[in-house]
């Protein structure tokens, strides 16, 4: 487990260090999914993971305006030799502990439904998994979705 990387809320500068390294993170072409608006609007609700001053892992997400109960969950990454250290779950946990304090009690997530090790996680953190969502960003961009309704101790933040 990653202990030591120190977990804060993103700024907007935080954007450039990101969108820098999440296509190598990816090995595609996935930094479009990903545009500075996310830092510009949602920093204070997106978390940085920070390891001997360098970047580990980030999570952008925010408090929906729309829906008052709703979280989202819009890109999570972890430095490739940090994967399966545990990160992406502090991440997580550290998301959704801050959601609730802000009087949330559902969080949502989308993935491509070939992102396998995507679904397996997402499972694993206690979201429902739904089939695929025909058509979901637009014709023939279907999407898995995640959501998880958060009880009153259905989180455990790790150290």
């Known amino acids: 487990m990653v202990d030591d990387a120190r977990l804060r809320p993103a700024m907007d500068d935080d954007y450039d260090a990101v969108v820098?390294?999440?296509?190598?993170?990816?090995?595609?072409?996935?930094s479009a999914s990903l545009p500075r608006l996310f830092f510009d609007h949602f920093a204070g609700t997106s978390l940085i993971a920070e390891r001997d001053s360098a970047l580990a892992g980030f999570l952008v997400g925010f408090r929906s305006p729309d829906q008052p109960a709703e979280a989202y969950i819009h890109f999570v990454g972890v430095h490739p030799q940090l994967r399966g250290s545990g990160l992406a779950r502090r991440l997580y946990q550290r998301f959704i502990a801050d959601a609730r304090a802000d009087g949330r009690t559902v969080i949502k997530a989308i993935t491509s439904p070939g992102n396998t090790n995507s679904i397996a996680f997402h499972a694993a953190m206690g979201f429902v998994v739904h089939d695929r969502t025909a058509d979901y960003n637009g014709p023939g961009r279907d999407m898995v979705t995640f959501v998880r309704t958060l009880g009153p101790s259905s989180v455990r933040l790790s150290p």
């Open 20 to 30: 820098a390294v999440v296509d190598s993170w990816w090995g595609r072409t996935v």
